[in-house]
């Protein structure tokens, strides 16, 4: 018993008992810290939104996700490699709420969802609507006492978006028809102006105006 205490515990105890406490601090290190752990910003992307829906919009757009796991991996990790998809299937026109959950997070294995904030998303959903527009050509203040419009075409186009942005809607305009005009018939195509309808497509989105000098008016450009 002797020999084993000069040979096990005796010799190079100082050294012995610094791996002892170094062994505790680290126990200690890991117990009080705990596992490590980063917080990401995450894009929020939807699925199965309901055939002809759209989206409005989105609030928040992002959300801030905290990650746990091993050092080696939360170092190199970065947004694009964690998505967050929610399925909005069974949502309504107007207001809905969806709660996101761990589930709704796909990102790489050792990792784990620590925390999600915000915990919810809310999601302003509209119909699509198709709906016939009548055309009103604009000229360019330039150009509005000097010539006169002969015809234009189409004189209606669809327009396809959301419900609440056409259903007031019986009108749309062209941008302002003008440029550098000389001869005594001018034809332009002048765009559509959708400025005002957000999230609409318009087919055609031109229109083909004729334009003709008006007799005893003369033309100065500056």
Known sequence: ?????????????????????????????????????????????????????????????KVNITVSGRVSLLKDIKESDIRLQVNINGSKEGENIFNLTKKDIIMPRGLEVADIKPSSVRVVIDRIIEKKLKTVVQLDKKINNKYGIISWSPQYVIAEGPRKALENVAIIETLPVGGDLHRNEEAINAGLDTEGLPRVKVRPDKVKVILRKQSGKETHWN
């Open 1 to 61: 018993m002797k020999d084993f205490f000069e040979k096990y515990i005796r010799s190079d105890w100082k050294l012995k008992l610094l791996s002892i406490v170094l062994a505790m601090m680290l126990w200690y290190t890991v117990s009080e810290v705990g596992e490590p752990k980063k917080d990401i910003s995450v894009a929020i992307s939807v699925s199965s939104l309901p055939k002809d829906f759209i989206i409005m919009k989105m609030d928040p757009e």
